[in-house]
């Protein structure tokens, strides 16, 4: 799996949109780029995935630049519980049951008021 | 919704004693995945297991052995405890099987302590 790189902490004020970014520049055309979230000592949280689109959920949107070297991971309201480790993870496709996620360092996304 | 459930959520140890966690995934779920986080850590991977089978595995020590029943839930058994082994333990449950994508839902956690 591709080596990820994101900034160690960032901030954000509550209401604001919050835009984390993660470097993949050895990712391969069949591996998937997954978003997941630690908030304090609970276990991780998925937020979402993708290919080559842009996505959105419930939760955020995944933009993925067009060489597929980067991505953005956008919180577009943060708040005060959105605070959390955010961890960007690129796995190879086709999937297997039972891969497993290898976390890298993550960001610390703090938001304030 | 339902979730991942874990048990016992904490769980106090001796050294050398033994320990057994339980996982029991989302219903339908049928891969389990068990990771460890140490103290200021990030989560590593131990082990998984799909439709009973092993499936991948990771940093697990020798003295760790787990398994995924016909009910598919799983435990994780931890024999001659040592002090480094007190972490977090968390279980995650995915759908498999034929999927283009896996994501793995994660539980609460069990809190080891080993003395």
């Known amino acids: 799996d591709a080596k990820t790189t994101q900034p160690p902490s960032m901030d954000c004020a509550e209401g604001r949109a919050a835009n984390l970014p993660c470097n993949h520049s050895t990712i391969s055309g069949n591996e998937y780029v997954y978003w997941y979230r630690q908030i304090h000592s609970q276990g991780p949280q998925y937020i979402i995935h993708g290919l080559k689109n842009n996505e959105t959920n419930e939760m955020a949107s995944l933009i993925i630049t067009e060489d597929r070297k980067s991505s953005t991971l956008i919180l577009p309201h943060a708040t005060l519980r959105d605070t959390a480790v955010y961890y960007c993870i690129v796995r190879s496709s086709p999937n297997q049951a039972g891969t497993a996620l290898i976390f890298g360092k993550g960001t610390t996304l703090s938001v304030s008021s | 919704a339902a979730g991942v459930i874990q048990s016992p959520r904490h769980l106090i140890k001796e050294k050398r004693e033994t320990a057994t966690l339980k996982c029991y995934p989302i219903?339908?779920?049928?891969?389990v995945y068990w990771y460890q986080q140490g103290p200021g850590q990030d989560p590593q991977f131990l082990i998984s297991f799909y439709e009973k089978m092993q499936s991948d595995k990771g940093s697990i020590p020798d003295r760790f052995s787990a398994q995924q029943f016909s009910d598919y839930h799983s435990e994780l058994n931890m024999s001659s405890l040592e002090l480094g082994d007190s972490a977090l333990y968390f279980c995650?449950?995915?759908?498999?099987?034929?999927?283009?994508?896996?994501?793995?839902?994660f539980g609460p956690g069990t809190r080891l302590t080993v003395t």
């Open positions: 219903p339908r779920h049928d891969t």
């Open positions: 995650a449950s995915s759908l498999g099987g034929g999927r283009v994508s896996y994501e793995q839902y």
